[in-house]
């Protein structure tokens, strides 16, 4: 069995699908793992460390490899160097790219999305929404910090005394409690709204103060697989004028809210934006799929009459070598379940629960139900 690392060609990825440590543990499964040159130096990760753990560099790594480790999509460009049946590990990002996953389909080639990967307790190591996120939430803290122009921590000195910073954290899933510890370790005063009834008790654990309108629809706010769902547009208004006071008030919001397969719910007007003071930071972790602040441009820094509103993208890639080695540690997890332990030959077991989630592509087909043809 052979392994091949892919190097990134998206300049805005500076991610790498394995480390080192992985490289040993493929190789302990009886695999060759070959890396293209230079995939994880962006990552804080050399050539030379890989060939540490056992890796061969090769700019043809591709070409003969039975399983392609990814982190982005591959493009048609990376498609045409993969051998026919080979398996593609990635996050694929396949919701409205129906055309790029008949792309991948036509090179003959297996896809899998890691970022479907159903969230049961056998898949916790295969989780790369909640190993990048719990850094992004992190990030969006110290992206805060950096473009605030005072203090997080309150301070008591001679020369006078700084108050804490407030933070507000908006949604509370993975990235949103991570976020939260962050500033909390940072000595600000956190506060955190979410509209599942079950992150209150999270955050009050977490040492901050939780809001919302705790209305008969906010106690059943949360599906069976422990998603939010889409309020109402009463709940929506009634808990954004709950918010807008408070908003006033903080110096720093971070927003992560999200709906599986839904655009970003809007949670900041302009006009909520424009009520801080000048100086105040918002960092927006859902600008991705459309953003949780109003005016909030992806990959920028806009300023609102002196508010700072922060798009970054890939705010994981932002901490490129942690996330890089817990993504692939993520990536290794799911491959190990792939494979013969005793012939240590790949052994894809097409009615697993976690391959059935996963694969996107087959034989040449798009194979998972949620990307079919629309037929008409
Ligand atoms: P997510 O990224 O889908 O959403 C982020 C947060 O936004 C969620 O907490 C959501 O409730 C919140 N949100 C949505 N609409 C909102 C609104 N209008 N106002 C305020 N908040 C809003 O969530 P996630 O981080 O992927 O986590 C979702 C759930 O899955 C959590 O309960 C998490 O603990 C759980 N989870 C379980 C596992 C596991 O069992 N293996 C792993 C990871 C996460």
């Not at 300049?11 to 070959?34: H, I, N, W």
């Not at 040159?37 to 560099?57: H, M, Q, T, Y």
């Not at 043809?60 to 080979?86: C, F, I, M």
């Not at 697993?352 to 592509?361: C, F, G, I, M, W």
């Amino acid at each position: 069995m052979k392994i091949a690392i892919a190097k990134e060609i998206d300049p805005s990825e500076p991610r790498v699908a394995a480390s080192p440590d992985t490289v040993k543990k493929f190789k302990a499964l009886g695999a060759d793992v070959a890396i293209e040159p230079g995939a994880g130096i962006r990552s804080g990760l050399p050539d030379s460390d890989f060939v540490a753990a056992g890796a061969v560099v090769s700019a043809d790594a591709l070409k003969d490899a039975d399983v392609v480790v990814k982190v982005k999509r591959p493009e048609a460009s990376e498609l045409a160097q993969y051998k026919r049946g080979a398996l593609v590990i990635a996050i694929m990002d396949p919701y409205g790219n129906e055309a790029a996953l008949k792309t991948i389909a036509d090179a003959g080639v297996s896809a899998f999305a890691m970022e479907l990967m159903p969230r049961i307790t056998r898949a916790q190591v295969m989780d790369v929404l909640s190993s990048q996120a719990n850094l992004a939430g992190y990030r969006a803290v110290i992206e805060a910090a950096e473009s605030f122009g005072r203090a997080f921590p309150m301070m008591m000195t001679a020369a006078g005394t700084v108050p804490a910073a407030k933070v507000f954290v908006m949604g509370v899933g993975v990235a949103g409690l991570q976020a939260i510890a962050t500033a909390r370790r940072l000595g600000a005063v956190v506060t955190a709204t979410d509209v599942r009834p079950a992150t209150k008790e999270q955050v009050e654990s977490l040492g901050a103060k939780f809001l919302a309108v705790e209305d008969e629809e906010f106690k059943n706010a949360q599906t069976a697989g422990g998603y939010a769902k889409e309020m109402s547009k009463e709940y929506q208004a009634k808990q954004a004028a709950l918010t807008a006071e408070h908003i006033k008030k903080q110096d720093i919001i971070i927003t992560t809210a999200l709906i599986p397969g839904r655009p970003a719910p809007k949670l900041v007007t302009a006009e909520m934006v424009r009520s801080m003071k000048p100086g105040s930071v918002l960092v927006d972790l859902a600008v991705e799929r459309g953003g949780n602040i109003e005016g909030v441009k992806a990959g920028k820094i806009v300023d609102l009459d002196g508010v700072k509103i922060v798009g970054f993208t890939n705010v994981a890639g932002r901490v490129a070598t942690s996330a890089s080695s817990l993504y692939a540690r993520n990536l290794f997890s799911f491959i190990e379940t792939l494979v013969d332990k005793t012939t240590k030959a790949l052994a894809v077991n097409w009615d697993d629960e976690l391959v059935k989630a996963t694969a996107l592509t087959r034989n040449g087909a798009v194979i998972h139900p949620n990307f079919q043809p629309k037929s008409a």
